[in-house]
């Protein structure tokens, strides 16, 4: 079995400056680790993902995150970030092998101050 | 690109009352996937199929069922519906090449049980 443990609920950040986002996993096999986007009043979205090779993954918008074996991490970082990035952001990971589901974290709410 | 649609955006009914939530996807994807999603919780998998006809139980299956009778189709079905059953739905397709598929999603159903 595995989980996905999204500490932070809410960040608040000033527009223009970084931001990182923690996700953490725990799981006895690999995994596959994504991280995905909701805009107010819509679906997600694929912001990135990892299956294998570089650790460090760049997304859509300027986000990227970084795959950390040892610290069993997956923290999403953007160096400055914009009103439209105001969103809220779900961590997930799979198995790399038998089906596709995801399990997902229970989300962070990005707000950005003008 | 792929597109989701879910029949409803809203929907308000009783308790008691026999609920139909349908969403169809136009790239001939083999999986789709239910989920529903409550603040603090995340999303969670009630069922999902990997092919017409099948369908595998998620995590939280409890009071819900699904149909599968074409590709392009899967309906969630809540026989008697609840007021813990009010929440946002959320229906994802991805094309089951392989694992670590992106799943793409709809726009949500916003069911509200009196």
């Known amino acids: 079995a595995q989980s996905v443990t999204q500490l932070d609920s809410q960040v608040p950040v000033f527009e223009e400056a970084p931001v990182e986002l923690r996700c953490n996993y725990s799981s006895s096999v690999s995994v596959y680790l994504f991280w995905y986007v909701q805009y107010p009043n819509q679906g997600l979205q694929l912001l990135l993902k990892y299956l294998s090779g570089s650790t460090l993954v760049k997304g859509i918008n300027g986000f990227e995150a970084e795959f950390n074996k040892s610290q069993t991490s997956f923290h999403l970082r953007k160096p400055s970030v914009h009103i439209s990035d105001t969103a809220e952001y779900f961590c997930a990971a799979s198995s790399n092998f038998g089906n596709e589901k995801l399990t997902f974290g229970t989300g962070t709410r990005l707000t950005i101050i003008p | 690109d792929v597109k989701v649609t879910q029949s409803s955006r809203y929907l308000v009914k009783r308790t008691g009352e026999k609920v139909f939530l349908e969403c169809v996807q136009d790239?001939?994807?083999?999986?789709m996937f239910w989920y529903r999603q409550d603040p603090g919780l995340g999303l969670r998998l009630i069922y999902f199929s990997y092919d017409v006809k099948m369908k595998e139980k998620g995590d939280i299956p409890e009071g819900y069922s699904v149909s599968r009778e074409k590709k392009e189709r899967f309906s969630l079905i809540l026989e008697s519906a609840s007021t813990n059953q009010t929440s946002m739905y959320l229906c994802a397709s991805s094309p089951g090449t392989s694992l670590g598929d992106t799943q793409y999603f709809g726009p949500g159903t916003r069911l509200t049980v009196l």
């Open positions: 790239m001939d994807h083999e999986n």
